[in-house]
T-cell receptor
Framework: KNQVEQSPQSLIILEGKNCTLQ??????????LRWYKQDTGRGPVSLTI?????NTKSNGRYTATLDADTKQSSLHITASQLSDSASYIC????????????FGGGTRLMVKP | GAGVSQSPSNKVTEKGKDVELRCDPI?????LYWYRQSLGQGLEFLIY????????KSGLPSDRFSAERTGGSVSTLTIQRTQQEDSAVYLC?????????????FGSGTRLTVV
């Protein structure tokens, strides 16, 4: 069964600090991996998308890494801001059309002043 | 429109009543997905529409759930005889078929509370 596991489930950091969120998956075959940010009361918004051949992808202060051999990804947030407080969801896509997405349970990040 | 629009944003209903949730996808997006997100849980796939093809209903949790997509655009998710365990945020997403490989656009969701 395809699974996506995220850790930690929740995290509290001080404003300005860095943090790293982890995602392990068993989805195979694999098409791409996405990280989404979901603010409270909002739908998920895409941060990064990486295909099998990509090892790293940056979007401002967000940097995602992918190791397709170990089936692990991380999302690193640099110089955190209060607005980074949200849930971060790792989503892995299998090849093909239709419902090919497997969602992780998310990491709830809280940035405190 | 510029994004995926869902309505209502919040819905409180009594147990046993029927509810309808609406999703307006991005114009031209042929693929439409419904997901459910329970408190503290990940997204759960419900149903997928692609053009004129028969929808993939494999994620619907019971026969109380149904969805339609009229004219390949607006979709309605109907929950009959609502139960308290139906309380969740219902998210809709759309994509171009090819763009589905690269990104989906989600609506803000409908928060359903069954009391």
């Amino acid at each position: 069964k395809n699974q996506v596991e995220q850790s930690p489930q929740s995290l509290i950091i001080l404003e300005g600090k860095n943090c790293t969120l982890q995602c392990n998956y068993t989805v195979s075959p694999f098409s791409n991996l996405r990280w989404y940010k979901q603010d409270t009361g909002r739908g998920p918004v895409s941060l990064t998308i990486m295909t099998f051949s990509e090892n790293t992808k940056s979007n401002g202060r967000y940097t995602a890494t992918l190791d397709a051999d170990t089936k692990q990804s991380s999302l690193h947030i640099t110089a955190s801001q209060l607005s980074d407080s949200a849930s971060y969801i790792c989503v892995v896509r299998a090849p093909g059309a239709g419902n090919m997405l497997t969602f992780g349970g998310g990491t709830r990040l809280m940035v405190k002043p | 429109g510029a994004g995926v629009s869902q309505s209502p944003s919040n819905k409180v209903t009594e147990k046993g009543k029927d509810v309808e949730l609406r999703c307006d996808p991005i114009s031209g997006h042929t693929a439409l997905y419904w997901y459910r997100q329970s408190l503290g849980q990940g997204l759960e796939f419900l149903i997928y529409f692609q053009g004129n093809s028969a929808p993939d209903k494999s994620g619907l949790p019971s026969d109380r759930f149904s969805a339609e997509r009229t004219g390949g655009s607006v979709s309605t998710l109907t929950i009959q005889r609502t139960q308290q365990e139906d309380s969740a945020v219902y998210l809709c997403a759309s994509s171009l078929v090819l763009q589905g490989h690269y990104g989906y656009t989600f609506g803000s969701g409908t928060r359903l509370t069954v009391v």
